[in-house]
């Protein structure tokens, strides 16, 4: 047998069937993604909605959620490809590194402010950032 992939369990011929529950994460993960959601926080969302990670444990974390997001396997059975495709750009956009040429972005993404990496100092190129003192 191959290995398990999260949402799919094998019947009793065999066959790859749907999980219930897993599926409902991974629509979850997929719809939190494109609605600006980090990685961290869906992992919160998921914990805290009781699904269980594909460790088996209630406890997620950022490269499971990552791993499914990037999995062509949820195509159509579970994702819409519309969706799958969209994730695909959200994921190439948020990442730090830029894919030509495997450098490191001098910005990266931060969801929860829809003005970051808008600013650029004109002198070194770096974003502005807000600071906030505690």
Same mark, same amino acid.
């Given at each position: ?7 799919? @369990? ?10 219930? /529950?897993?599926?409902? #994460? ?8 494109? +609605? ?11 914990? /805290? ?16 959620? +990552? ?11 579970? @994702? ?11 994921? /190439?956009?948020?990442?730090? @590194? ?27 190129? #770096? ?5 906030? +003192?505690?």
């Amino acid at each position: 047998m191959s290995r398990r992939i999260y949402g799919f @369990v094998f019947d009793e011929n065999g066959n790859w069937v749907s999980h219930e /529950q897993e599926t409902q #994460a991974v629509r979850l993960i997929v719809a939190e993604y494109l +609605n600006g959601l980090s990685l961290g926080r869906i992992c919160d969302k998921l914990e /805290q909605c009781g699904y269980i990670s594909p460790a088996r444990t209630s406890k997620w974390n950022r490269s499971s959620v +990552n791993n499914i997001l990037k999995k062509s396997h949820y195509i159509s059975s579970i @994702v819409p490809f519309k969706d799958f495709v969209a994730v695909q750009f959200e994921r /190439q956009s948020r990442s730090n @590194v830029i894919e030509e040429t495997g450098k490191r972005k001098t910005t990266r993404y931060h969801s929860l402010n829809e003005l970051s990496g808008l600013f650029v100092c004109s002198e070194c190129g #770096a974003s502005y950032r807000r600071i906030v +003192n505690p």
